[in-house]
């Protein structure tokens, strides 16, 4: 009798024990998850930044993997166009309205920075660019007009 109150009590704890394991995984997953942002690879070049997209989605996630695969060091900003009048302004000047950048100090030749961004509204081609404003490079073509729609 007392064998079978033992095994009884030991079948019952397997299944307790059985309970808990997919539980706990479950639970786990009803967790609010962050979402994973969205891989974009941008190429620098002289005198050419290749975005491997340009059409984004305002409240999303990205992260901007830039590439210099030049020559010389490039420095990478997400920014309102240069407008006229703004010309011979430094690259520190342009980069106060930046979204995101990257130093050139940090993208010599051969460099990979990564920057993470979620754009807040929705932006039509011509507010915002993709740009290197190292003396010389945004005249000689260093930029790109993105769209972010909601
Ligand atoms: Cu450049």
């Given at each position: 009798m007392r064998s079978i109150i033992l095994l009884l009590s030991l079948i019952a704890s397997v299944f307790l024990f059985a309970a808990c394991g997919p539980g706990a995984s479950s639970s786990a997953s009803a ?120």
């Amino acid at each position: 009798m007392r064998s079978i109150i033992l095994l009884l009590s030991l079948i019952a704890s397997v299944f307790l024990f059985a309970a808990c394991g997919p539980g706990a995984s479950s639970s786990a997953s009803a967790q609010p998850t962050v979402p994973k942002p969205t891989e974009v690879q941008v190429t620098m070049t002289e005198f050419k930044i290749e975005p491997s997209m340009t059409n984004f989605k305002a409240g999303a996630p990205y992260r901007f993997v830039v590439t210099n695969k030049g020559t010389v060091n490039h420095d990478f900003s997400i920014s309102p166009p240069v407008m006229e009048g703004m010309a011979g302004m430094s690259s520190e000047d342009m980069h106060k309205n930046a979204l995101a950048m990257v130093d050139a100090a940090d993208l010599p030749p051969g460099a990979m920075k990564t920057v993470d961004v979620t754009f807040t509204k929705p932006m039509s081609a011509g507010e915002m660019e993709f740009a290197c404003h190292t003396p010389g490079h945004y005249e000689s073509g260093m930029h790109v007009p993105m769209t972010i729609t909601q």
